[in-house]
């Protein structure tokens, strides 16, 4: 993921863009849809942001308009570090650096997550990756200063 030095508006994260995100946020009733939380038997990690299952660089080449990259059939609700490793698997990439809520790091192959499985494990417990009332509260505070 590079920073663009085009304006968020120029990458089409504009007012249209927002109605859709909180549509897609209200629809997956503000739980993260990745796989790995999909997968665990609770799904309680909060989802901040909108992951775009097609990515728009991927859309684009297909040719597919504004309209159907931003369907929400093509958006998936996801936090924060769920997203930061889907947009890396999409464009091929592994994750080496960066935490999790917890301090954690994101790399599973790190040694801080050896013993405890990998920090992103599908069979890691929802509980384990859930991050604290407390913790969560702080991190909605400062997404809603960013946005
Ligand atoms: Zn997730």
Not at 121 to 130: E, I
Request: proline share 4%; aromatic share 4%; charged share 30%.
């Amino acid at each position: 993921m590079s920073w663009s030095k085009r304006s968020r508006q120029a990458r089409g994260y504009d007012a249209k863009w927002e109605r859709t995100r909180l549509l897609v946020l209200r629809r997956d009733n503000g739980l993260c849809q990745c796989d790995r939380c999909k997968g665990g038997e609770l799904r309680l990690t909060p989802a901040t942001e909108v992951h775009h299952v097609t990515s728009k660089a991927r859309a684009k080449a297909l040719g597919w308009t504004r309209a159907q990259t931003d369907d929400p059939s093509n958006l998936a609700s996801m936090s924060h570090e769920c997203h930061l490793l889907a947009d890396a698997e999409a464009q091929g990439r592994t994750l080496k650096q960066g935490c999790d809520l917890n301090g954690m790091p994101l790399d599973p192959k790190h040694a801080w997550n050896k013993g405890r499985g990998a920090a992103i494990a599908p069979d890691r417990q929802a509980k384990d990756r859930a991050p604290s009332l407390a913790q969560s509260r702080l991190y909605f505070a400062g997404k809603r200063k960013c946005a």
